[in-house]
């Protein structure tokens, strides 16, 4: 059964520094989102992607953050200059046209030190 | 925007018992409501969901239950194995898809 893939696994960086989150959503899914989880805490929105747009951002999703669809396959998600407090679980997740289901990623654990 | 509550935040259960976690929702807007099970260190899996033009939906040993009238909706397992313990996160949304997740309730299921 195909899965949405997310690439790193795991991302140490330094506070200030880019990063960019991975994924690869299902080949027929044509709805990508961004979600978050801190440790222990509920998974949160921060963005939603159609079109090559997007449709929605929560008050998290500010200037630091942007999205992309850069060739087509990838979906990624870029911190411009991470803070401390952006160390959680970034899982990405897709659906189909017309469905409700979401699909979730692996998820890519980010550590800001 | 939706806000979801979701009760008890831990249950505990002997094998072989119920469990039942409750969840209300404040928009009148969402319709579809999905619950997800999360492991320890993985990611949220879908195990069942309800759309708004239906009361009650099971699969095997899980069924979940809505009440739009009173904005709430409820996860019920029966038989319960130890797999089942986990963080169940129960979600809303509407049809554009943001969903709005519960705080999560942690399963234990003692053997």
């Known amino acids: 059964e195909p899965e949405v893939t997310q690439t790193p696994s795991h991302q140490v960086t330094q506070m200030g520094q880019e990063v960019i989150l991975r994924c690869v959503p299902i080949?027929?899914?044509?709805?990508f989102y961004w979600y978050r989880q801190i440790l222990g805490q509920k998974v949160e929105f921060l963005v939603s992607?159609?079109?090559?747009?997007?449709?929605?951002k929560s008050e998290i999703f500010d200037d630091q953050f942007s999205v992309e669809r850069p060739d087509g396959s990838n979906f990624t998600l870029k911190i411009r200059s991470t803070k401390l407090e952006d160390s959680a679980m970034y899982f990405c997740?897709?659906?189909?046209?017309?469905?409700?289901?979401?699909?979730f990623g692996p998820g890519t654990r980010l550590t800001v030190l | 925007g939706e806000n979801v509550e979701q009760h008890p935040s831990t249950l505990s259960v002997q094998e072989g018992d119920s469990a039942v976690i409750k969840c209300t929702y404040s928009?009148?807007?969402?319709?579809?409501f999905p619950w997800y099970k999360q492991e320890l260190g993985k990611r949220p899996q879908l195990i069942i969901d309800?759309?708004?033009?239906?009361g009650e939906k099971k699969d095997q040993r899980i069924a979940v239950t809505l009440n739009k009238t009173a904005k709430h909706f409820s996860l019920h397992i029966t038989e319960t194995q130890p797999e089942d313990s986990a963080v169940y996160f129960c979600?809303?949304?509407?049809?554009?898809?943001?969903?709005?997740f519960g705080k999560g309730n942690q399963v234990v299921v003692i053997p």
């Open positions: 992607f159609y079109n090559n747009e997007i449709s929605e």
């Open positions: 309800i759309r708004s033009n239906v």
């Open positions: 997740a897709t659906r189909r046209a017309s469905y409700n289901e979401q699909f």
């Open positions: 928009d009148s807007a969402s319709n579809y």
């Open positions: 979600a809303a949304t509407s049809f554009e898809g943001r969903l709005a």
């Open positions: 080949s027929n899914h044509l709805y």
